[in-house]
């Protein structure tokens, strides 16, 4: 059963999408009222309700999906917020609308109606056909009967029919696409002029005054989450391959001589064949007559050898290569039955065979072209040979090193040092590591991890979901060991927990001054924008400016690598006189945009070639919303105070 898990893995997890939903789905729609009884509420959605068990499950099904899906580069901190969980409830309280509807309006699903929507299933299909075995064994692996799992389809597509027929049934009207089609590719001709804040840096000035000042005001957008501070072991293929001991030249030697074929390439030809079939379990007689006619056709090539690929074509019965003349390519010698490559490989260049018997029937071959045995010496290769061989004793110290470290760790969990002294580990410390990034390193006294060679490694979620694990955290236990890749592995302990704090003036000083140095360049760009812009908007000229760039032009679907910021200004100037200037503020500085012509587009873009299936799948939703909305009304939803006490979390199951 197992190995059916394995090899079948993504089928697998289609069906823990099916199986893991809420759990009237392998009940059926009627007894879900009675199956979730006793259980305590959170909303009210006309006879049915949303319970703390059915946010709980949903809530682990959501973790683990999406886990699953990263391969554990998930961060679970992503989804503890009051949005995320404001989110998934709102998806169960629509989800029970439909229950409610579907159950109130007897929505079913025929027996024939199931059978065609499993058979269409491709996840049950071998060969593009359904597969009762692999249906059956599929179930089994997953430990369910059919009735289990066809019930749970059947209120699948019960569900279904509530919704389906409002977004099958979406259109967006014609004139609306055209309409579109035209704001989408009507142009604008364009010319800008860059003020960049960093040209104005040079004369702003920052003092202390100002620093203090901008830090009394706005210190508390500086609050630090609690951070950790840790020691930590790399094991990694540079630490195994460090101090290995040298390797003699009759073991590389040995190594190059068991390895020679990924150093030398044997002898190859390139040959071309013609055929003459025998058919399996013939009589001597039809033997003897394609013998026959194998020798007429070899007695015809030696006389016209250069007619050989006219005469494949022509009489070869070998179907696959006769078409292109008889041509078979490159053989390495080492790789044909004895018997056909002595005749092959002692031909020359250009040669002709005799009559061979061989697979299939008789041969004929021709060699087309000859490469001797050619590559690397021992000597020629020895630095190759002797990196080779290092990095596969490192790989065996790596494993070694690895199972040391594990057991090491585990043996001795409120410390690194055994560890690293047993596996010449050395002990490293980092700071600035928080729950949902790494700090910056003004934001870190000493020792940040984001300025560390080893950021990438520090700032992986699963290494931030360890460090924050109570255990290390709180416990001051090691985290186990962590493989971020199978060449690297870490674990950690928390030396300090540095709780969330406002830091001092003094270590975000500089931090504070950069901010005020960017803003205050970016205001006198704008400022030197502004100026420009109105002194053009007075009296626009014909001809671009000094200082605008080349035109170019533009449309909404093809922005030519334009901000949608600058993109919006240029289609909002008006029209009616140009040409027109606008200005735009960013984060970079400030842009003026000079608009010298408008025009329509072609509305024969590519582009635009999904855009009426893409308003109908958008006017879709928008309906289903629509109706969704209206169903919660029709039902009377009532949130519970308990809902708002799970959505803050401040309710633990």
Known sequence: MFDFIRTHQRLMQFLLLILILPSFALIGISGYTNYVSGDHDLVKVGSGAVTQQMFDQARSNQLRQLQSSSQGGFDPAVLDNPQARAELLDSLINRQALIDTARAEHFSVSDTALRQSIA???????????????????????????????????AELALGRVLGPVARSAAVPATVVQRLETILTEQRTVRLKAFPATDYEKDISVSDDDIKAWYDQNKQSLELPQQAIVQYLLLNEAAAMKDLPEVSEDELRKYYDQNKSRYVRPPRVNVSHIQIDVPAGATGEQRKTAHDEAVKIASQLKANPDTFAEVAREKSQDAGTAKDGGKLGWITQGTWPAALEDAVFSLKKGAISGVIDGPGGFHIFRVNDTQPEHGETFEEA???????????????????????????????????????????????????IARDRLLASDEVKADAASSSADASLLGDVRVRRAVFANEALVEKQNTGVIELSPDTMIVLHVKEAVPAHIPELAQVSDHIRGVLEGQRARDAAAEAGKKLLAELSKSPSVTAP????????????????????????????????????????????????????????????????????????????????????ALRTQLGVKMLPEAQEVIQGEKKS
């Not at 009762?132 to 059947?154: I, K, V």
């Open 382 to 432: 020895r630095a190759k040979v002797e990196t080779e061989v290092r990095r596969q004793l490192g790989s065996d110290r790596f494993a070694e090193m690895a199972s040391k470290l594990t057991d090491l760790v585990y043996e001795n969990p409120d410390s690194l040092e055994p560890a690293s002294q047993a596996l010449g580990l050395p002990i490293k410390t980092a700071a600035g």
């Open 546 to 629: 000094e200082g605008f760039g080349d035109a170019q032009s533009i449309s909404r679907i093809d922005p030519r690598g334009l901000p949608k910021q600058l993109t919006d200004a240029a289609f909002a100037a008006p029209t009616d006189h140009l040409p027109q200037y606008v200005g735009v503020e960013g984060p970079q500085g400030y842009v003026l945009v000079r608009v010298e012509d408008a025009k329509a587009g072609t509305t024969d873009s590519p582009a635009l070639a999904t855009l009426p299936q893409q308003l109908a799948a958008a006017w879709g939703k928008a309906e289903e919303d629509a109706v969704l909305k």
């Open 120 to 154: 269409a299933l491709p996840q049950l299909q071998e060969n593009g056909r359904f597969s009762p075995e692999l249906y059956n064994r599929t179930l089994a692996a997953m430990g369910l009967d059919t009735h289990d799992f066809e019930e749970s389809q059947r």
